[in-house]
């Protein structure tokens, strides 16, 4: 059975960091390419980076770009969000996702998390 246990959210001030953890079970992880993804309310769930099964190649949505940055353990079975700068449009519940291929869509992935929760104050 597929375990993806997300860890690290929490309430922060603009221009603050966090670090999210996603510890992984059940499956091979260092085949898969592992994402954060996230859903702010009323809107969709939106890509936002994604690490390869290796860990050398990484993606990140504009929007966190130069502030967020994807990093993996494979060791530890554990994927990792530092977010640096937060801005209260960060406010989301952010996911950890696994998927065999890469894709920007949260709509592809194929397991999935149960989410923690990121507040940014203003």
């Known amino acids: 059975q597929v375990r993806l246990v997300e860890s690290g959210g929490g309430l922060v001030q603009a221009g603050g960091s966090l670090r999210l953890a996603c510890a992984a079970s059940g499956l091979a992880f260092s085949s898969y390419y592992m994402y954060w993804s996230r859903q702010a309310p009323g809107k969709e769930r939106e890509f936002v980076a994604a690490?390869?099964?290796?860990?050398?190649?990484?993606n990140h949505a504009d929007s966190v770009k130069g502030r967020f940055t994807i990093s993996r353990d494979n060791a530890k079975t554990t994927v990792y969000l530092q977010m640096n700068s937060l801005k209260p449009e960060d406010t989301a519940v952010y996911y950890c996702?696994?998927?065999?291929?890469?894709?920007?869509?949260?709509?592809?992935?194929?397991?999935w998390g149960q989410g923690t929760q990121v507040t940014v104050s203003s």
């Open positions: 996702a696994a998927n065999l291929g890469f894709s920007r869509n949260p709509n592809s992935y194929t397991y």
């Open positions: 690490i390869s099964g290796p860990g050398g190649l990484n």
